[in-house]
């Protein structure tokens, strides 16, 4: 017959005429011990109490019922662990897309700054893929002229309305200035000032038409 130690995933092999004791084969996990009874075994699958004698073990190990539990639960357990593995692909795509549009934005942002031209994106992103080639945000950057403006045209149109709200809730000043560049195109700067009062600070914003 078979007797536990302390440990239900260790059995212990006993011979009945000497008492010498030779370590099992490791059964677990559907295989329990019973406090009560140490000539019983109980199968977590079946829920079921078994004779603790090896024979009587593996037979049950065999049988048609203990097979089909044994094999759901390997199909549950795989689907859970790739049902995980998919959510955390999930999670890594979307932190990845989120690193590239923010580096988009960068981008956008120091053209708009340094008043570059729009034609310059596709050069740029393009030295951006050879200059960084470990890089899978550069790697996956794709931006041209016309996407660049079109972004551009959108981001300053939320930063207007947000600049409109800020006007509307809080006291400010306009400066304006006209000016001709070199070409003869005529500029009007308009610079608001305000106090927000969500941050302590006093804000400056300008405009050019």
């Known amino acids: ?19 010498q004791v030779t370590t099992g084969g490791n059964i677990s996990p559907w295989l329990a011990r019973v406090p009560s009874d ?37 199909a549950t357990a795989e689907a859970q662990s790739s049902a995980y593995e998919d959510a955390a692909s999930r999670r890594e795509d979307d932190a990845m897309a989120f690193s590239v549009a923010y580096a988009t934005v960068l981008f956008i942002m120091f053209l708009a700054e340094h008043n570059l031209p729009f034609s310059l994106c596709d050069g740029m992103i393009d030295l951006h ?19 660049g403006a079109a972004i551009t045209s959108r981001m300053g149109d939320l930063v207007k309305e947000k600049l409109i709200c800020k006007l509307k809730q809080n006291k400010f000043s306009l400066i304006i200035d006209e000016t001709t560049d070199c070409s003869l ?25």
Do not use: W
């Not at 199968?43 to 203990?66: M, T």
């Not at 009007?188 to 914003?205: E, G, S, V």
């Open 38 to 74: 140490n000539t019983k075994a109980y199968c977590q699958f079946c829920h079921k109490h078994l004779s603790a004698e090896i024979s009587s073990i593996k037979r049950h190990r065999e049988s048609r019922q203990h097979v089909s539990l044994e094999e759901r639960r390997k």
């Open 129 to 147: 893929k050879k200059m960084y080639p470990d890089s899978r945000i550069a790697a996956e950057m794709v931006l041209h002229r016309k996407r």
């Open 185 to 209: 195109t005529k500029t009007c700067a308009i610079l608001a000032r305000y106090f927000d009062q969500q941050k302590i600070a006093a804000k400056q914003n300008a405009r050019y038409g």
């Open 1 to 19: 017959m078979l007797e536990f130690d302390g440990n239900s995933s260790a059995i212990r092999t006993v011979t009945s005429h000497y008492g």
